[in-house]
């Protein structure tokens, strides 16, 4: 079997991985067009962070290592057409020659571009995006030497190089068109906890604001005009509007309204011989009646060893997203799983929710922690839709103990009687979880 891949990223890299792993025999070609591979996009956030020395460090696998593996990699090699009746991927190298290579199956894995919009910039040189590891090196030369940044976007891009940049004497604003940050992930009673930590590190939040233009002010200001006001930057960052890369493939694959590509359960398009995967595909999102575009890395490696194992002929079904995700940021955890309340109300279901903070540990010990804790349950049912932690102690696996939950359809009263360990060092009798769904039972049921 002769599979070609495009795109060297996350995606590419697992599913390549896995062919091999389940058939050394598999001839395995990765196109990628960058000259490097593996870089993970929040490299500027760790480096300012100071956890790694270089951007350089902030990769997992090299080409020599994939090379080791059988696994050819074409660096600097941009497909540029592909002829699916002929099945041939055409592509162009660092010398602007062109090749052609023909596939058995042919996997998609060109990801997302981060950026796109209708603004007129400020010259090119004072605004940017970052993803990968070019640009990634750009904005930290750049955010060096700025001095009045505005962010835009408070997602987790946004919200985590604000916590990057506090304290280093910069003026920075995040700005927001939805009124609270990280709306797609937490509700309000949490995300208002995290504003209230961004406002106090000096950083100017900007909510219910968008950003309508750029005017240049001098060779180094410019104004970036909000509908509220207008903000004097060197520098701007661009943290919104990821958008699926279907360049190659628009025209004769099947696309879901949202722009990304159509896939079924085993990630195969309205061509059998093409899978596709990661950034550039639609999730079906548990609880939720459609498909959503959602980059995370989390279902980037799901769908690309589901995609990989059905190449070769293996059954295996993508299951769902609870679009899981955690961060740390102003010294707290901050992880959320499942739909908020809001989320779950537009998708019409009859949800009711809890917000509690609980100690973790018990009285007597030197160390105390405490936990905010959201849960949303289906009314009548009690089935568990979301949950959200922030907590100053790292919480984030139990994060993925919801998402589990979540995912197996557990109610608040499984959620209570589940065995979950205790030990007086660590924790209280009954775990966080446990606990925060029996004060919601009691609550329910007192007189
Ligand atoms: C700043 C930032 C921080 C992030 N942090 C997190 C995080 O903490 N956790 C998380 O879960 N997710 C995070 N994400 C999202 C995550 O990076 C994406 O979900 C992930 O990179 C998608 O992987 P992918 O393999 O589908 O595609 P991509 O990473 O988008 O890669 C696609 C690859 O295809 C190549 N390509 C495209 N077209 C062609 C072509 N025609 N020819 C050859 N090659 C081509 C590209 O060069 C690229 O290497 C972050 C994203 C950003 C921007």
Redesign the pocket.
Known sequence: MKVVI????????QAALTLKKLNPHTEVIL????NE?SF???G??LKMNQLVDTLDEVRYLTSEDLAEKGVDVLLN????TIIPNKKIVV?EDSNKDIHELNYEKLIL??????FATNLTLPSKDKVT????YPSSVEVLEKLEKAKSISIVGGG??GV?LCDALKDQGKEVHLIESADSVLFRYLSKEVSSLVEQKIIDSGIHLHLNESVIGFSDLDQDMFITQTTNEEIRNDYVIV?VN?RP?T??VKDFLDLNTNGTIYVNEKMQTSDPNIFA????ISYPVRNSYRKSFI??????VRS?TVAAMNVLGHQMKYNMTQKT?A?KIFNSYIASTGLTEDEAKFEGLEVESMFLTLPCQLPFLELQEEVHIKMVIERGSHKLIGGQLMSEKDITQSINTLSLAIDKETTLEELVTMDFYFNPAINQPMGIISRAAYEFLINKYKV
């Open positions: 495009i795109g060297a990223s996350h995606g590419g890299l196109i990628e067009k960058r591979i993970v996009s929040s500027v956030v090699a941009t497909a540029t592509y894995a060109t990801g997302s571009n981060q995006v970052f993803k990968s987790y891009i985590e943290a990821a890369d360049t190659l995967l990661g950034d550039v980059p995370l890395v989390n279902n980037v690309a995700t961060t």
